[in-house]
């Protein structure tokens, strides 16, 4: 009994190309492959069904669904004298049996071990309706490998049959002719004259001479069910035998099962999915090495980055000595001040508080803001220099990517559109912030900043202005003292130990509080300057945001896409192999 068509090494290998097909139909579904490419794909599959898809067609009652009933050996079909199959049965493998209505066709299905590897098509009799005539040919016939013409011996050839087999004529399809109900025909020799008749008009009708096999459905039907026909004489085997079903069965497997045909059709569609996931796994090749070179343009901002908040931060503190030298000098001035003032034949000058608060102002305090304020201001201009400069950096890096497009790969999704778009859109913004760049503006803005954290702090009033005070109250308190030991008459205590204790005194304390305010000094500074510097590389990266996101979503994406195209051929070109060495 016929059971497979294929074996079973092959029958293994057909699913395994089945498997990693339909596995790279969607992955290039998932890459957005073009759709011709797909649809190519989809076609050398279909076609791997088509080899094994049997077109029943013939004459209403000549027999057809009891053919098909005999060759699966199971009653799957319903038969009848009158016209019985009203619509396109197709007959395929399924865990259970069933049947159900798909766009007017009626899928039937069995767990029969045959149909793993063929499916059966049982259409209307050929004189059935015209509408439905038309669907088997539109949709049946072009896709089988094989059309079994069944034509019953009580009538060989009718009319009709012979209309049908000029339109399958049209499609080069290759058709057998199967003689039915030989069993009516009691003489050998009329079931051979009717052959020649059939082989004749056939000859006729398709130019060609198709194979022609005279047979019992119903017998062989009955012998594989272990039934008695009535006429076989109660033994199945002689009833197979007396069917002549043996001969076309094993016509059957000898067409469908000659190993070099199944290697060929097998290869087929793996050599289309070889090139398509070759073709596609080079794409994204492509695609890595453009954003490998994206990464690197990203890598380098970035790095420039650092480097620019290094630089930042060395040139502050180096600028910041500058605003020490003004300190050192005012500190320097506020010693020589008192070398000069707390002197023992100035006594009397030591006690007109306000002249010598006013002396120490004039003297000492002298230019000091404003000489701070010039210092700040040019930190500011050098800042807001640095960073046009960072942002110009940034701009040309990105610039010199964007002439870096990659080629548009006819059909394999918008990568480089979406690539190319994205890098001019973050390009524009770079640019623009440059053209647009108002260090004027920049400047004032920052100087706001900075000067609401110095002056608000009231460093300088308090520090250096307010300095003043103390040394005036230090100085007076001075002149009580040696006015009191003046009149004591102790010249040489006053001379040699008080004032000049004094003027250590007012001294340190000076020193002690240019320290405090250089500390407050350099620590708002800084903490500006600080906060300006994170500021400004916190724009730049927000401005190539979307570049970067993109580039590491594709970046994921696309390896992932390579790998699986990768994995993809490599499987295919292993079953290649597999397929070659077949028997
Ligand atoms: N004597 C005899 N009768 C057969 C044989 N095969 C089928 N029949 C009978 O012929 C009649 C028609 O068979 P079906 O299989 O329904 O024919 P069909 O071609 O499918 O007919 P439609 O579905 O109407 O197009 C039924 O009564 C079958 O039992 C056979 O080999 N010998
Ligand atoms: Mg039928």
């Known amino acids: 009994m016929l059971e497979r068509i294929l074996s079973g090494p092959q029958q293994e290998v057909l699913s395994a190309v089945r498997r990693r097909l339909g596995e790279l139909q969607a992955t290039l579904a998932r890459a957005g492959?073009?759709?011709?490419?797909?649809?190519?794909?989809?076609?050398?599959?279909?076609?791997?069904?088509?080899l094994f898809l049997l077109v029943v067609a013939g004459e209403f009652n000549s027999g057809k669904s009891a053919f098909i009933n005999a060759l699966v050996g199971d009653r799957l079909l319903e038969e009848g004298v009158t016209p019985t199959t009203s619509r396109i049965h197709v007959l395929r493998h399924g865990a259970q049996r069933g049947s159900r209505l798909e766009g007017g066709v009626e899928v039937v299905t069995a767990p029969l071990p045959l149909l793993e590897e063929l499916q059966i098509v049982d259409t209307p009799g050929?004189?059935?309706?015209?509408?439905?005539?038309?669907?088997?040919?539109?949709?049946?016939?072009?896709?089988?490998?094989?059309?079994l013409f069944v034509t019953s011996a009580d009538r060989p050839l009718a009319e009709s049959e012979r209309a049908f087999l000029e339109t399958i004529r049209q499609w080069g399809k290759k058709?057998?002719?199967v003689l039915n109900k030989i069993d009516l025909i009691l003489r050998d020799e009329d079931v051979e004259r009717i052959e020649a008749f059939i082989a004749d008009g056939a000859h006729e009708l398709l130019g060609a001479s198709p194979a022609i096999f005279p047979l019992s459905a119903r017998r062989a039907l009955a012998a594989k069910l272990g039934e008695t026909a009535g006429d076989g004489g109660g033994d199945p085997e002689a009833s197979l035998e007396a069917s002549r079903f043996g001969a076309f069965e094993r016509y059957l497997v000898d067409t469908l099962d000659r190993g070099e045909r199944v290697r060929l059709k097998l290869a087929s569609p793996v050599g289309v999915?070889?090139?398509?996931?070759?073709?596609?796994?080079?794409v994204a090749e492509q695609r890595l090495g453009l954003l490998a070179g994206d990464v690197g343009a990203l890598d380098d901002?970035?790095?420039?980055?650092?480097?620019?908040?290094?630089?930042?931060?060395?040139?502050?503190?180096?600028?910041?000595?500058?605003?020490?030298?003004?300190?050192?000098?005012?500190?320097?001035?506020?010693?020589?001040?008192?070398?000069?003032?707390?002197?023992?034949?100035?006594?009397a000058d030591l006690l007109n508080r306000s002249r010598l608060r006013a002396d120490f102002e004039r003297k000492v305090v002298a230019?000091?803001?404003?000489?701070?304020?010039?210092?700040?201001?040019?930190?500011?201009?050098?800042?807001?220099?640095?960073?046009?400069?960072?942002w110009q950096g940034v701009s040309s890096r990105l610039a010199q990517r964007q002439a870096e497009h990659g080629d548009r790969i006819t059909g394999a999704g918008s990568f480089e559109t979406d690539r190319s778009r994205l890098l001019a859109r973050v390009g524009d913004a770079a640019r623009t912030t440059v053209e647009g760049y108002d260090r004027e503006r920049e400047s004032a803005r920052l100087a706001d900043s900075v000067q609401a954290a110095v002056a608000g702090a009231a460093l300088l009033e308090v520090g250096a202005i307010g300095l003043g005070a103390t040394v005036a109250a230090i100085?007076?308190?001075?002149?009580?003292?040696?006015?009191?030991?003046?009149?004591?008459?102790?010249?040489?205590v006053l001379g040699l130990v008080v004032i000049p204790a004094r003027r250590k005194r007012a001294k340190r304390e000076l020193k002690?509080?240019?320290?405090?305010?250089?500390?407050?000094?350099?620590?708002?500074?800084?903490?500006?300057?600080?906060?300006?510097?994170?500021?400004s590389i916190r724009r730049i990266r927000e401005g190539i945001a979307p570049y970067t996101r993109f580039v590491r979503a594709e970046r994921e994406r696309l390896t992932g896409e390579r790998d699986a195209f990768a994995v993809a051929r490599g499987g295919l070109a292993d079953l290649r192999g597999e397929i070659e060495r077949l028997s």
């Open 475 to 492: 100085a007076t308190s001075t002149a009580i003292d040696v006015t009191g030991l003046l009149a004591a008459g102790a010249m040489a």
């Open 126 to 147: 050929t004189n059935a309706i015209l509408r439905q005539h038309e669907a088997i040919t539109r949709e049946f016939v072009p896709n089988s490998d094989l059309v």
């Open 33 to 50: 492959a073009a759709d011709a490419d797909q649809r190519t794909l989809a076609d050398s599959l279909g076609r791997l069904d088509e």
């Open 273 to 282: 999915g070889e090139r398509l996931a070759g073709k596609y796994l080079e």
């Open 512 to 535: 002690d509080r240019v320290a405090d305010l250089r500390r407050r000094l350099a620590a708002t500074l800084e903490e500006r300057f600080a906060e300006e510097i994170e500021a």
């Open 367 to 390: 230019d000091l803001p404003r000489e701070i304020e010039r210092r700040v201001a040019e930190v500011i201009d050098w800042m807001v220099d640095s960073e046009l400069k960072l």
């Open 301 to 347: 901002i970035e790095s420039q980055l650092g480097v620019w908040r290094q630089d930042m931060e060395r040139e502050f503190r180096y600028r910041l000595s500058d605003v020490d030298k003004e300190l050192h000098a005012f500190e320097n001035r506020g010693h020589e001040f008192f070398d000069d003032t707390l002197r023992l034949g100035r006594v």
């Open 175 to 177: 058709v057998v002719i």
